[in-house]
């Protein structure tokens, strides 16, 4: 009996759909276990130069292409052996891949050598969302199969591709949820069809007043809608991941535990998404650094079905404290290093549910 070829379809110039066939099917699945290893997350550096001004501002760095190539090599560059312990995979920008080490080498290459598999952020950026107040959402579409080509032949394995969505009394508009789902959806289709994993990030603001139930109503409205998409646009998905925030309340609401956090998050990931989806990122977004790392620690100790790898996809939270240290600065490397390697043990420990939670997790 001939073998069946997986579920993954793209579409062709007729705009009809034609099957992945069995081999790139394979690679995506390849790429999805090497960035999924227990124990290992993603680290998002992938800030553009306009986003990392306020942070390198408030430090006293310099914003130029060189000392923004200085810090991701500060990062990437930390001792090999205890890096590839906690981390299988960088979310790059634009920039940074065709960036080189101060010893001419991609930042790509680099990273392979250290058995991390580098990835590339593809969108464009928010643009106002035309039948809406006040909402966004994110372009990059257009030339988008070339760019995924491209970066493939640059050494990328997996792309990343961001909406965002707001909670209050009339967000997020049914218009948002319907258009966000379709480009997130067509976005995962062309970085297949280009052999890349697509992370497929709807990612939910914790910004407003809102209350941790309406969070979780909003959550499984937001992911029912996208998956629905995704089936219907023919993702494969056993070769995507997706990364989305926890179940949060809005900022002024703080009388929650890491246990509360837990289960409203995994009580909209098992409502909503299929377990044929082998990976599940969260981010640090709208959190402290403690927070990220005690509220994933406590969604891998819950009890319950979880039939997907649950680990995080950080940059915030490796971040911050580094940055502070670095300072732009080659006397400060060694101690930057060091305090990000002690944040991603955490964060890798976190993703396992061995955080010792009287830990201060600084």
């Known amino acids: 009996m001939a073998s069946v070829a997986p579920r993954c379809f793209c579409k062709d110039k007729k705009e009809k759909f034609i099957d992945l066939d069995t081999a790139s099917s394979l690679e995506l699945q390849k790429i999805v276990e090497a960035l999924s290893v227990p124990g290992k997350g993603l680290l998002a550096s992938d800030e553009s130069p306009t986003s990392l001004n306020d942070k390198f501002e408030e430090f006293g760095i310099e914003n130029t292409e060189n000392f923004r190539r200085d810090y991701r090599q500060m990062l990437f560059s930390a001792n090999k052996y205890e890096l590839m312990k906690y981390i299988s995979g960088v979310i790059l920008h ?36 035309s039948g809406t107040k006040n909402e966004s959402t994110t372009e990059g579409l257009d030339n988008l199969k070339e760019r995924c080509m491209q970066y493939k032949r640059e050494g990328c394995h997996f792309t990343k591709w961001r909406c965002v969505y707001s909670i209050s009394e009339t967000k997020p508009s049914q218009l948002l949820m319907s258009v966000n789902a379709s480009t997130l959806a067509r976005y995962a289709t062309i970085c297949q069809s280009a052999r890349l994993v697509p992370i497929v990030e709807p990612e939910i603001l914790s910004v407003g007043e809102h209350s941790i139930e309406k969070a979780l109503q909003i959550h499984e409205e937001v992911l029912s809608i996208v998956f629905r998409a995704l089936n219907e646009h023919r993702v494969y998905l056993e070769g995507m991941i997706l990364k989305l925030a926890m179940v949060l309340p809005g900022v002024k609401d703080t009388n929650y535990t890491s246990q509360i956090v837990a289960d409203y998050t995994l009580k909209a990931l098992q409502r909503t998404v299929p377990p044929a989806v082998p990976t ?27 039939p997907w790898t649950l680990s995080f996809c950080y940059g915030r939270c490796l971040q911050n404290e580094v940055m502070k240290i670095w300072k732009g600065k080659v006397a400060n490397v060694e101690a930057a290093q060091s305090v990000f390697l002690k944040k991603a043990k955490l964060c890798s420990e976190a993703s396992l549910g061995k955080v010792n939670v009287q830990d201060q997790c600084q």
Do not use: W
């Open 280 to 306: 599940i990122l969260f981010l640090s977004g709208g959190q402290t650094d403690e927070d990220s790392i005690l509220n994933l620690n406590a969604i891998n100790t819950s009890e319950g079905k979880k």
């Open 94 to 129: 634009n920039e940074t891949l065709y960036q080189k080490t101060t010893d001419g080498i991609s930042f790509a290459e680099f990273l392979q050598q250290r058995n991390i598999v580098p990835g590339i952020k593809v969108d464009k950026g928010l643009i106002n969302l």
